[in-house]
C-alpha cells in the first residue's frame, strides 16, 4: 500500500460540478515552494488547468515563501507544468475543446515523496441540479434512520 496523505482537497467541486473522469498528474515545484506546501503556506482556491501547445498547465495556485528564500524570484501566482502522458492531455483537451468540459484539480496529495494533483473533468451544474441532489440526499437520510428503527 502507497503511503498517500491529502494536503489539499477541493469539496466544491463535488456540489458544484458533474464529474465526468479523473487522472492524476505529477507537478513540476521548486525546493522552496516544496518547503512551503510542507509548511501549509499556500493557497490552491481558485486554481485551474489549461491546456497549450499540448502541455498542461496550472494556472492560480498561490505559494507563500518561506523566510529564508530569496525573494527576487517571487511571484504572486504560479503558472506550474503539470506532468501527464500525451495520450491523456490529448484526451483532455478534446473534452474542452469539442464538449465544452473544463479541467479542475480535486485534490493535492503526497505520494511517497512527490505531490501529485488530481485532475478531474467537470461540467457545470445548474440550480435545480444542485437542488435534486440535495433532495436525494435528504431522503436518503430519512430512509436510513426509518430502515434503523425498523430493525
Known amino acids: 500500500m502507497q503511503n498517500i496523505s491529502i494536503i489539499y482537497s477541493n469539496r466544491k467541486i463535488k456540489y458544484n460540478y458533474f464529474i465526468s473522469d479523473k487522472f492524476e ?5 521548486f525546493g522552496w515552494e516544496i518547503k512551503s506546501i510542507r509548511c501549509n503556506k ?17 494556472l492560480g495556485a498561490n505559494i507563500l515563501p518561506i523566510n529564508n528564500t530569496n525573494n527576487k524570484l ?17 484526451y483532455i483537451n478534446s473534452y474542452i475543446n469539442i464538449k465544452r468540459y473544463a479541467c479542475l484539480p480535486l485534490k493535492f ?11 478531474a473533468l467537470v461540467k457545470g ?8 441532489v440535495e433532495k436525494k440526499r435528504t431522503w436518503d437520510r430519512k430512509k436510513k434512520l426509518s430502515f434503523k428503527y425498523l430493525t
Open 25 to 29: 498528474a505529477g507537478i513540476c515545484f
Open 42 to 58: 499556500f493557497n490552491l482556491n481558485n486554481t485551474y488547468i489549461i491546456i497549450k501547445y499540448n502541455e498542461a498547465w496550472l
Open 74 to 90: 517571487i511571484k504572486k501566482k504560479y503558472i506550474k507544468k503539470l506532468l501527464l502522458k500525451k495520450k491523456e492531455i490529448s
Open 109 to 119: 496529495y503526497w505520494k511517497k515523496h512527490l505531490i501529485k494533483c488530481e485532475l
Open 125 to 132: 451544474k445548474k440550480l435545480i441540479d444542485k437542488r435534486n
